[in-house]
């Protein structure tokens, strides 16, 4: 069964970081495309970063520049580091292969940005 559980989120002021990371189980992370993903209230969830079983790395628009997505393949995580946050990054984050997600998804890490 494919678990995934996210971590490291929290409350931050704008123009901070936070690091997420995603662990999973079931499943060998490195073979897969994996992505970042988050949904902010009200909104439908929506893809934030990626990255290829090569190690390749794209980004939305609205965090290019200010998040950077990588991997450790021997951990079987992927992480997500973000920096020069803003209020419209709050939402809860979630990792999942991309992009053809499993089913099951983990609870999310939640990222609030305010002062």
């Known amino acids: 069964q494919v678990q995934f559980v996210e971590s490291g989120g929290g409350l931050v002021q704008p123009g901070g970081s936070l690091r997420l990371s995603c662990a999973a189980s079931g499943i060998v992370l490195r073979i897969y495309t994996v992505g970042w993903y988050r949904q902010a209230p009200g909104k439908q969830r929506e893809l934030v970063a990626v990255i290829t079983d090569g190690g390749m790395p794209n980004y939305a628009d609205s965090v290019k520049g200010r998040f950077t997505i990588s991997r450790d393949n021997a951990k079987n995580t992927v992480s997500l580091q973000m920096n020069s946050l803003k209020p419209e990054d709050t939402a809860v984050y979630y990792c999942?292969?991309?992009?053809?997600?499993?089913?099951?998804w983990g609870q999310g890490t939640q990222v609030t940005v305010s002062s």
């Open positions: 999942n292969r991309y992009p053809r997600s499993f089913a099951s």
